[in-house]
């Protein structure tokens, strides 16, 4: 594991600290991911055993993914906005700095008396008293899992299914090139203490609505491709939820698609959002998308990352183009 600089605490000093703490509200960021989601009520189910008030809030008052819904404790999910108290202990977990939790969460991350962060997005600023933050680390509930642990939590089948779903979506079914030996073992302890793969398997990624369906299938007409085919580059306009009747959530999986394309190196999908576009990065090589993004203020791992740019669609699309082509005609890669 190489921990960031930002890094100011252990994973066993970290317990300890949440150890010697009764009241905790957990957050994540904006539009959740199973690893997001996975890690804040598995950490939630962690400190319930032990005894303590654990309670998960969503940064935006939105639903999350439906595929997520079947998570233990996810009905209990509440907006940050919504949220009265009481609240002492801030928890962040996978969000790596304070725009990617919404003004109402990181309100009261400042109003709790002890912050701590559980990441694994490297990020340049410490927003929180400790942070423990490993990029090396393929999800962050493997780190949750490993917290709870430490903690002396009970480890059973709700904690172990919240984190195994977390670490599945994350390595995209253990096919991404953050899936190592440290990963792979992790998955099989939480199989052991009661996590279903197959089960999880079925919510996730045998569960598509026919909306998001036919969304990919408007995304596969028109994609373009660059580089000599080194990239796969689609969008969806608003017109396209209202068309098909899909939600948000209904695009996440079309990058996957693009990115299963032989010769594809860099997959990209972008979203309109009325006055602004929302791009994904996926790689499955060297190149380092993170470092795509942070050109234009996005950030997230070196095979997998995001950005926003305001603005059209059209003029997205070219400046993403040419970003693309520029970075993979030279033929730029990572280690």
Not at 125 to 151: H, K, N, Q
Not at 165 to 178: E, I, M
Not at 271 to 279: A, E, I, K, L, T
Not at 318 to 330: F, I
Request: contains cysteine; proline residues 4%.
């Amino acid at each position: 594991m190489s921990v960031t600089p930002q890094t100011n605490t252990t994973l066993p000093e970290l317990a300890a600290a949440l150890l010697e703490r009764d009241d905790f509200v957990i957050c994540g960021h904006v539009s959740p991911d199973g690893d997001c989601i996975g890690s804040q009520l598995g950490l939630m189910h962690a400190l319930r055993s032990l005894g303590k008030r654990a309670v998960c809030l969503l940064a935006k008052d939105e639903p999350i993914d439906v595929r997520l819904a079947f998570l233990p404790g996810a009905d209990e999910l509440a907006p940050a906005a919504t949220y009265a108290g009481p609240a002492s202990t801030f928890v962040a977990v996978d969000v790596p700095m304070r725009d990617r939790m919404n003004s109402a969460a990181a309100r009261l991350l400042d109003a709790c008396d002890f912050s701590v962060t559980v990441d694994h997005h490297a990020f340049d600023e410490r927003m929180s008293d400790l942070a423990y933050v490993d990029p090396d680390t393929a999800a962050t509930t493997m780190l949750v899992w490993e917290l709870a642990g430490l903690m002396g939590a009970e480890r059973g089948a709700e904690l172990a299914t919240c984190c195994y779903t977390g670490l599945v979506t994350d390595t995209g079914r253990f096919q991404y090139q953050n899936t190592d030996a440290a990963a792979l073992a992790a998955g099989a302890a939480m199989v052991e203490a009661g996590a279903d793969p197959a089960a999880v398997a079925r919510h996730i990624f045998q569960n598509r609505s026919l909306p998001s369906v036919r969304l990919e299938a408007l995304a596969v007409e028109r994609m373009r491709f660059g580089a000599g085919g080194a990239y796969a580059l689609s969008w969806v306009n608003r017109a396209d939820f209202e068309d098909t009747g899909a939600v948000k959530a209904d695009a996440e999986p079309i990058i996957d698609a693009l990115r299963s394309l032989r010769g594809v190196r860099v997959a990209c999908m972008l979203r309109d959002q009325g006055d602004s576009v929302r791009g994904s990065f996926r790689a499955k090589d060297g190149t380092d998308v993170a470092a795509l993004a942070r050109t234009m203020g996005g950030g997230g791992h070196k095979a997998a990352a995001g950005f926003t740019l305001p603005g059209s669609m059209d003029a997205a699309v070219e400046r993403v183009s040419a970003l693309l082509s520029d970075a993979l005609d030279t033929g730029e890669r990572g280690a």
